[in-house]
């Protein structure tokens, strides 16, 4: 099974439902991973979609590729990204000539739906409007709130930054215009008092 169950959290946690098909002028489907399988489940509800629609796809985090379950629904459009950096350019080059009443349908890791996101966001696309379905990889996506870098693919909760090597917590609080966690100093105040590092996204 490809789909997570997140406990209730706070506000900002992002909360994720399951991708319904909506009539529109252009069905933008984003994934990664296992992700593929929710788009595949998508069409299955409406085949109908599929002569007006483009799909960007790449490798989960994990390494997972289900490339062949994309080609094989038959878009009208479907480019595969080696990175999601690359995904994100070739996004950004589509949404310059999406028309009005395009359905965005985001799925996979939350790293790559956040920040996709936040670059659909940013052109001015009202945040409900974005359909999205978590399958997959549970690892996050953290900004240290101290040095302000971002290490990608979390898996261990304390985690040591990427960027200044401190030990963080990795809390729920996310922000949507950094598509990341926030991680904060686990021993700030007592220097050295840092507890194992346990596995909580895999």
């Given amino acids: 099974m490809t789909k997570a169950e997140f406990p209730p959290s706070i506000k900002s946690r992002p909360v994720y439902g399951q991708l319904e098909p909506r009539p529109g002028a252009l069905h933008l489907l984003i994934a990664d991973g296992e992700g593929a399988e929710a788009l595949a489940d998508l069409v299955a509800k409406d085949p109908g979609l599929l002569p007006k629609a483009h799909v960007l796809y790449t490798a989960g985090p994990k390494g997972a590729d289900l490339w062949h379950k994309i080609e ?6 479907a480019q595969k990204a080696a990175s999601i950096p690359t995904l994100l350019f070739r996004l950004a080059r589509v949404l310059q000539d999406a028309p ?3 359905q965005v349908y985001l799925t996979g890791s939350e790293g790559l739906m956040g920040q ?5 966001m940013a052109l001015g696309f009202p945040h409900a409007d974005i359909q999205k379905e978590h399958r997959g990889s549970t690892v996050r996506r953290v900004q240290c709130v101290h040095c302000k870098g971002i290490t990608e693919n979390v898996e261990t909760d304390p985690f040591q930054c990427s960027h200044c090597r401190l030990h963080l ?3 729920d609080h996310y922000s949507r215009r950094l598509a990341a966690f926030q991680g904060v100093n686990i021993d700030a105040e007592d220097k050295g008092q840092i507890p194992p590092a346990v596995e909580r996204f895999k």
């Fill in 169 to 171: 917590f990795v809390r």
């Fill in 116 to 120: 996709a996101e936040r670059d659909i």
């Fill in 100 to 102: 009005m009443g395009t």
């Fill in 72 to 77: 094989a629904m038959g878009a009208k459009q």
